[in-house]
């Protein structure tokens, strides 16, 4: 089974700043590799897919880039809307396997 | 637009059986591979199950072979986890996970459920 291992578990950034999380896998997943995001009550939202591409929807401020182990997450400018906790995903491999998450909060 | 919507959570005593099921639409329901995956409370996501588009293909986390079946019903638009010998570590939020990929054009889409909840005690 692929770890994938997410950095920081916490973020605390202001509105209006850059935030930038990375996560890790065990072992090359390729460019099969997601992000979310997850409110509470509500469904995950898919943002990034095959480690760079936005999903339908997501807007611009959210990039992704990486391949194969290193992966990484930027939301060039916080908006109120984006506090709330992110996971990393690959699905190149049995099982799927996701990081622990990481807490994007208000500064 | 593409929705999934789960039912069927509840309250249930260890050993205990649940039958969830996961209603979709906006989509073409038979092109789509379905996963189940689940949230214990203060944990991180674990997938569960799969099964193809044309239900012959499924797969099992280890920690439920033999105890959970997934199925689907493409003529009613829905897939179902039966869920036997339930344990106390199954209490979770259980999604329902739609996935549809097109080799031609790269687009993925993975579409999530809010989830419906699992808890398995006494």
């Known amino acids: 089974e692929i770890v994938m291992t997410q950095s920081p578990a916490t973020l605390s950034v202001s509105p209006g700043e850059r935030a930038t999380l990375s996560c890790r896998a065990s072992q090359s997943v390729s460019s099969n590799f997601a992000w979310y995001q997850l409110k509470p009550g509500q469904a995950p939202r898919l943002l990034i897919y095959g480690a760079s591409t936005r999903a339908t929807g997501i807007p611009a401020r959210f990039s992704g880039s990486g391949s194969g182990t290193e992966f990484s997450l930027t939301i060039s400018s916080l908006q109120s809307e984006d506090f709330a906790v992110y996971y990393c995903q690959q699905y190149n491999s049995w099982p799927w396997t996701f990081g622990l998450g990481t807490k994007v909060e208000i500064k | 637009e593409e929705q999934v919507v789960e039912s069927g959570g509840g309250l249930v005593q260890p050993g205990g059986s649940l039958r969830l099921s996961c209603a979709a639409s906006g989509f073409t329901f038979s092109n789509y591979e379905l996963n189940w995956v689940r949230q214990a409370p203060g944990k991180g996501l674990e997938w569960v199950s799969y099964?193809?588009?044309?239900?012959?293909?499924?797969y099992y986390v280890d920690s439920v072979k033999g105890r959970f079946t997934i199925s689907r019903d493409n003529a009613k638009n829905s897939l179902y986890l039966q869920m036997n010998s339930l344990r106390g570590e199954d209490t979770a939020v259980y999604y329902c996970?739609?996935?549809?990929?097109?080799?031609?054009?790269?687009?993925?889409?993975?579409?999530w459920g809010k989830g419906t909840t699992v808890t398995v005690s006494s």
């Open positions: 996970v739609s996935k549809y990929y097109d080799f031609w054009s790269g687009y993925l889409s993975f579409v």
């Open positions: 099964i193809s588009s044309s239900g012959s293909t499924i």
